[in-house]
């Protein structure tokens, strides 16, 4: 069975659109780096755009313009798998890119980092992002292999046009990233030496070595 125009328009218009929004916050740093082994982010979106410039775009075109779809040998179960799984990766890739997974593999943690990170959890500090948020990549980074020990909370787990997290919302997000520390709240990139200072963390904690 065919799709109907309105279907076309609404996968288009959701699974694009968060591509492309997301595309749009990065800067000249993050544009260029690589979120793969291959490809930079500059490389997706290419891929992206040139992916939907082939031949069975002639079919969107048909179709959206009212005409009966004339391509031989063409079956729309096929084309729609082949191009909603590739609009997919591009999501899926721009997804771990932003929520770090991709990158550099992990040194060994440095003891005063991992314990600064675990500090924050203990004392029930929260860092509120967004996976497609450039300064909450940055953030994470600051932390190395210590950044799963850290009180995440992702605030955009739908992209950028998608309502923000219930948690967020209740705590009146506004930008990211944003900690909330002993009541006190610090908005954008904050320092681990400003993190330590604003929680009181001392090192080492009483009863470690």
């Not at 490809?39 to 002639?58: C, F, G």
């Not at 179709?63 to 609009?87: D, I, Q, R, S, Y």
């Amino acid at each position: 069975m065919a799709p109907t125009k309105d279907q076309i328009k609404k996968y288009y218009s959701q699974a694009l659109g968060r591509c492309l929004d997301a595309y749009a916050r990065l800067d000249e740093k993050e544009w260029g780096k690589k979120a793969s082994d291959r490809w930079t982010a500059k490389d997706y979106l290419a891929h992206l755009v040139i992916s939907q410039e082939e031949l069975h775009n002639v079919l969107i075109c048909q179709f959206l313009g009212g005409e009966t779809a004339n391509l031989p040998g063409f079956a729309w179960g096929p084309w729609l798998a082949k191009a909603v799984g590739g609009a997919l990766v591009a999501v899926l890739a721009l997804h771990l890119y932003y929520a770090g997974y991709w990158g550099k593999a992990p040194g060994p943690e440095d003891p005063w980092v991992r314990g600064l990170a675990e500090h924050l959890t203990k004392t029930n500090a929260k860092f509120y992002g967004a996976y497609w948020c450039p300064h909450c990549v940055e953030q994470k980074e600051l932390f190395g292999a210590s950044v799963k020990r850290i009180p995440y909370v992702e605030c955009s787990p739908s992209g950028p046009s998608a309502p923000q997290a219930t948690e967020c919302k209740e705590k009146d997000i506004k930008g990211y990233p944003t900690w909330i520390i002993n009541g006190a709240r610090y908005t954008g990139l904050v320092g681990l030496d400003a993190l330590a200072q604003h929680s009181n963390y001392k090192y080492p904690q009483e009863g470690n070595p």
